[in-house]
């Protein structure tokens, strides 16, 4: 059994020989992403289980150990690894909790010492907390992030940002029931396997199978009835996880809606970008500035290829680029403002309405100040200047009802039909008029 290593400080660190022996447990934030991040740390020698858990046991665990005035990305995440240990399925003496740090002032800077101390009050204070991040905030012998990894872990999060936008316009519309989500499945799959592969990773494959993608689901037989676009946006766990927004997209899909959510790449770059902007405000280590900036310019011509590849089928919405999503938030928000999502969750309203979809649910987690304000807070400024935006801001927390938060956005969408029937020519049918028209609402 692997010895407890601890630093001068006390903290139990992740061993070389833990590598070996432990199962890291990681909670899931976006399934089709996050199964093509699970197997590049596979790849390195990691032992990992994704944590796919979806009920109500998730929500009473986090209130034990973490206080109900914490953001609920928190509670949910530190709820759902305290179940998972407890649930008998692990050895706790050979398990490792593995869980991501962004730095700055986000909350989520402090969930891993949150989750420590949860581990603490619950018995299980042996059990290893690795942190994934590039701030250098915490280092483990037994875990580290290499230039490979880093681009095997880009390439995971724009092959997932690619699938996620195809699929999202084919199965709202799709005839064969089920055959969306087996198209997923199968380039999922697919290129997990090439990840182990030389030349998996030359720009040129990739743009490859960026076309194979896009061809493939667009020879998946659709009804393309028009059908009410809604723009999911909001706190990065919350607009992401189904655990955390009451699997919001599924709902959309059974009030006929076509969810429409951004990518995870924009994010990364956005967070990429803040310390250039900070070197460029603030000043600073230039070195660090610079190294963000290649890290940045190398996920933006990721980004340009995968949006090429999907411009050659027109019937397709392209994502936009980050620098057009940067541009339009010009006279909303300085860049200065990188609080939690900061500009980039308003820029991405902004830039959802400048491309037809103004129909905008904006995911809002309790106890997450920096995101009620570029959120919530920013929504009278927009309706200001785009006065057709339709924009509801749901708060999710343990307390709240998912019948409540459910009303709201029926509420909504009858507004959009509502706008959508008297936008509609005169001579147009009622039934047909209640619709919006595929590249409007």
Request: proline fraction near 5%; charged fraction near 25%.
């Amino acid at each position: 059994m692997a010895k407890l290593v601890y630093n001068e400080q006390g903290r139990l660190l992740f061993t070389e020989e833990m590598k070996q022996e432990y199962t890291l447990l990681m909670p899931q934030m976006l399934p089709v992403h996050f199964t093509m991040l699970k197997k590049v740390f596979e790849l390195h020698g990691y032992k990992i289980d994704m944590l796919t858990t979806n009920h109500r046991g998730i929500v009473n665990e986090g209130l034990k150990y973490v206080h109900n005035d914490t953001c609920y990305p928190a509670l949910l995440v530190i709820g759902q690894l305290i179940d998972a240990v407890k649930s008998g399925k692990y050895d706790p003496h050979k398990v490792g909790l593995l869980i991501t740090q962004t730095g700055g002032g986000c909350r989520a800077s402090n969930y891993i010492h949150l989750l420590r101390k949860a581990l603490e009050r619950a018995g299980y204070s042996y059990i290893p907390v690795v942190s994934v991040n590039l701030s250098g905030l915490e280092k483990n012998p037994g875990f580290s992030l290499g230039v490979k990894k880093l681009v095997q872990m880009a390439y995971s999060m724009i092959y997932g940002d690619l699938i996620v936008h195809m699929a999202n316009q084919c199965r709202p519309y799709e005839i064969v029931e089920g055959e969306t989500d087996r198209r997923v499945a199968k380039w999922v799959e697919r290129l997990t396997k090439e990840f182990s592969g030389k030349g998996s990773f030359r720009p040129s494959h990739m743009r490859e199978n960026f076309r194979k993608i896009v061809d493939d689901f667009a020879s998946l037989p659709v009804n393309r009835v028009p059908k009410v676009r809604v723009g999911i946006v909001g706190e990065i766990y919350i607009k992401y996880a189904p655990l955390g927004n009451n699997n919001l997209e599924e709902f959309l899909l059974s009030e006929d809606c076509e969810p429409v959510v951004p990518g995870l790449v924009d994010f990364i770059i956005f967070k990429c970008d803040n310390r250039v902007e900070d070197h460029k405000l603030y000043g600073g280590r230039t070195v660090e500035a610079l190294g963000a900036g290649v890290i940045q310019k190398y996920c933006r011509k990721l980004q340009r290829d995968m949006i090429a590849a999907v411009k050659r089928h027109p019937e397709f919405r392209a994502p936009c680029t980050f620098d057009h999503i940067k541009e339009l938030v010009k006279g909303y928000l300085g860049y200065g403002n990188k609080m939690g999502e900061g500009w980039l969750l308003t820029g991405e309203m902004l830039e959802l309405i400048d491309s037809g979809i103004t129909n905008i649910v904006c995911t809002q987690p309790f106890g997450c100040l920096p995101n009620h304000v570029v959120g919530k807070g920013m929504v009278r400024k927009i309706k200001d200047q785009q006065p057709q935006a339709n924009i509801v801001c749901i708060d999710y927390d343990p307390g709240a009802t998912r019948i409540n938060q459910e009303n709201r956005i029926k509420l909504m969408l009858a507004n959009a039909r509502l706008a959508a029937q008297k936008a509609a020519p005169a001579d147009q049918p009622a039934e047909t008029a209640a619709q919006p028209a595929a590249a409007g609402v």
